[in-house]
C-alpha cells in the first residue's frame, strides 16, 4: 500500500473509531477544522499531560499558566502580528486555486532532493558491478541536483528578506512550477495575507473595538512575565510554560489535523541571562528532541532541521521533524527570541518588564529561549506511526494501534467470556475496583474474538476475560494487544500489573 492510501485509511479509520470527526459534519463540515470523539479526547489529554508533566512537574524552575485567548489589541501590534504575521499566497487563474507560494517552492526543492535520493538508491542497486564511470557520472547527477537545490534556496531566501514578493513569483516562473490540480503555469502576483482572525468585543455599536483570536500561545506568557516572577518568587533562569488554543487563518490547510485554521499549542517560554541564551538554547533543543524519542516511536522518525530564513526577533531556530505519512515535516519548534517580545511590550504598554539580578546587581530584560508544539501534530504523529494492517498466522487480519501504552485512550477491556452464569457480575465487579485508576471499558456484547479486535482497533493495551474458572480461582485472562499472548493473573495483583505497563511514571523517569 502506498502512503497516499495508508493515510486515507488512517483518517478513515479515526473517524470510524471515535479518535476524530470533521466538525460540523451533518452540514458538509467546515474546512480545516475538526472535532475530537470519545477516544480522540481521551488521546489528545494524555499527550498534553506527559508533555505538562515533562515540563512543568519535572522542572522546578518551571511553572504552568492559563491565560485568556482574547488579548487586548495592543499585543498583537507589539508582537509584530498586526503588521508582519503574513504568507505568501498565490493563485492560478486556470484552477482558482489558491497556494502559499514559499510552500510551491519548498516542494520543487523537496524534489530535487528526491531524485537525488533516487541516484542513489539506483547506484545502491547496482553495487556489484559499479564502476569508476558509473561512480563519478552518479555523483556528478546528484551534485547537480543538490546545486540546483542550493542556487533556488539562496535565490528565495534573498527575496524573502528584502520581502521582494516580484521576485518570488519570478522564482515560480523561472521554475516552471505548474499548478498540481490544472497543470497550468498561469500565475497571479504574489500577495501577503494575514493570517490572524478578527472579531468585534462589545456591542456592535460605539466602543466595539477589533480583537484577535490569538495565533500563538506564547504572548499570553510574555504579558504576564511579570506577574509569575513577582508573585512565584522565580529567579532567573526560569519558564512558564502553557496549552491551549491558537487560530490561524491558513491560506491552504491540508492534510487532515496537520495545517488547521483551529489548532493547540504546548509552548514553554525560558527567560534567562543575555549572553547565555545560545546555551540554554541548545539544552532545550536535547531536552525537546530526548522527549520525542521518550514516547517510543522510533527514533529515526525525528529529525532537526535548522531555519532557511531567521525571524527578525530570533538569533537561533530550529524545528524538530517527524516522518509523517507525507514525509518529514514539522512538529515542534525551538526558537532563541533574544529579548524582542519583552522589549516590544516595555515600548508599547509604557511598563518596565526588567528582572532585577541580586547577583549582578542590576536589572535587564531577560532574554528568551521557547519551545513550541502542536498537539495536534504531536496526536498525528503517534496516531499515523501506531496504525497498522497486520496479516496474522491463522490467515485473517487484524487492524491495530499500536499506540503507546501511556497515551493509549483506554487502558484495559473487562469482557466476561458470556453474558450469563454470573461472569458479568464478577466482570463488573473488577471494574468497579479498577476504574479508580484508569480509564477501563467493560464490554460484553458480540464473541470474545470481536471484541478483541475491536479492542486492537482502538489501541487498548489489555483486555481481560472473566470466565467460569475466574469464580473459583480469582484469577482472569490477561491478554496483551501487541503480542496476543495470554496469562492468567490473580484479581488482586491486576491494579499493579496494569499499572507498571501502562503508567507514565516509566516513562518520566527516562527523561530524569
Ligand atoms: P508551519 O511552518 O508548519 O506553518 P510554523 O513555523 O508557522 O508552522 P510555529 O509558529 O512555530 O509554526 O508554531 C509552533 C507549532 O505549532 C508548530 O511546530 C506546529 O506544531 C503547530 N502549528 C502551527 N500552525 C499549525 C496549524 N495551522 N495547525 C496545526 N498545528 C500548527
Given at each position: ?235 532567573i533562569p ?34 534567562v541571562k543575555p549572553g547565555t541564551e545560545l546555551d540554554w ?86 532574554y ?145
Open positions: 500500500m502506498n502512503n497516499e492510501d495508508l493515510f486515507k485509511n488512517i483518517i478513515g479509520h479515526s473517524k470510524e473509531y471515535g479518535f476524530i470527526f470533521p466538525s460540523s459534519e451533518i452540514y458538509d463540515g467546515l474546512s480545516a477544522t475538526y472535532d475530537y470523539g470519545q477516544m480522540g479526547v481521551e488521546m489528545k489529554k494524555n499527550i498534553r499531560d506527559f508533555w505538562w508533566k515533562a515540563m512543568v512537574q519535572l522542572n522546578e524552575n518551571i511553572v504552568g499558566l492559563d491565560a485568556a485567548i482574547f488579548m487586548h489589541p495592543t499585543t498583537w501590534k507589539a508582537s509584530g502580528h498586526v503588521d508582519a504575521f503574513n504568507d505568501p499566497l498565490i493563485d492560478n487563474k486556470d484552477s482558482k486555486k489558491r497556494y502559499r507560494a514559499d510552500v510551491l517552492i519548498e516542494d520543487h526543492m523537496a524534489k530535487l532532493d528526491a531524485k537525488a535520493d533516487k541516484e542513489v538508491e539506483k547506484a545502491a542497486k547496482r553495487f556489484e558491478n559499479f564502476d569508476a564511470a558509473m561512480y563519478r557520472a552518479t555523483n556528478e547527477r546528484v551534485k547537480g541536483y543538490m546545486d540546483q537545490k542550493e542556487a533556488i534556496r539562496t535565490r528565495f531566501v534573498n527575496a524573502l528578506e528584502a520581502n521582494d514578493l516580484t521576485e518570488v513569483r519570478q522564482i515560480i516562473i523561472d521554475l516552471e512550477i505548474v499548478c498540481p490540480l490544472s497543470g497550468s503555469k498561469n500565475w497571479t502576483e504574489v500577495r501577503q495575507f494575514n493570517l490572524m482572525f478578527a472579531t468585534e468585543m462589545g456591542a456592535m455599536a460605539e466602543g466595539a473595538s477589533t480583537i484577535y483570536l490569538r495565533p500563538e500561545t506564547a504572548q499570553g506568557i510574555f504579558v504576564n512575565y511579570l506577574n509569575v516572577q513577582k508573585s512565584g518568587r522565580m529567579k526560569f519558564g512558564i510554560a502553557q496549552t491551549g488554543k491558537a487560530f490561524r487563518n491558513e491560506i491552504v490547510a491540508r492534510q487532515f489535523i496537520f495545517r488547521m485554521r483551529e489548532f493547540e499549542q504546548m509552548e514553554m517560554q525560558f527567560f538554547f541548545e539544552k532545550w533543543k536535547q531536552k525537546r528532541l530526548a522527549w520525542h524519542h521518550a514516547i517510543g516511536l522510533g527514533e529515526q522518525n525525528y529529525r532537526f532541521h535548522a531555519h532557511d530564513k531567521l525571524a527578525h526577533y530570533a538569533n537561533a531556530a530550529f524545528d524538530i521533524e517527524f516522518n509523517f505519512p507525507f514525509g518529514f515535516k514539522e512538529l515542534e519548534g525551538i526558537h532563541s527570541r533574544t529579548d524582542f517580545d519583552l522589549t516590544q511590550h516595555e515600548k508599547f504598554s509604557g511598563k518596565k518588564l526588567q528582572y532585577f539580578d541580586p547577583e549582578m546587581n542590576e536589572s535587564y530584560v531577560p528568551v529561549v521557547e519551545t513550541s508544539i502542536g498537539l495536534d501534530r504531536t496526536f498525528l504523529a503517534v496516531l499515523s506511526s501506531s496504525y497498522k494492517e497486520e496479516k496474522l498466522e491463522d490467515g485473517s487480519e487484524r487492524t491495530v494501534l499500536a499506540l503507546p501504552p501511556f497515551l493509549a485512550p483506554v487502558k484495559l477491556a473487562i469482557l466476561p467470556l458470556v453474558k450469563k452464569d454470573g461472569l458479568p457480575e464478577k466482570a463488573m465487579e473488577i471494574f468497579n475496583q479498577l476504574r479508580f485508576d484508569h480509564n477501563i471499558i467493560y464490554e460484553e456484547k458480540d464473541s470474545i474474538g470481536k471484541r478483541y479486535r475491536r479492542q486492537d482497533a482502538i489501541g487498548t493495551p489489555f483486555c481481560i476475560t472473566i470466565d467460569h474458572d475466574t469464580l473459583v480461582d480469582n484469577a482472569v485472562t490477561l491478554r496483551d494487544r501487541d503480542t496476543m499472548k495470554q496469562e492468567r493473573v490473580p484479581i488482586e495483583q491486576l491494579s499493579g500489573i496494569v499499572e507498571e505497563k501502562v503508567g507514565v511514571r516509566k516513562v518520566l523517569e527516562r527523561l530524569g
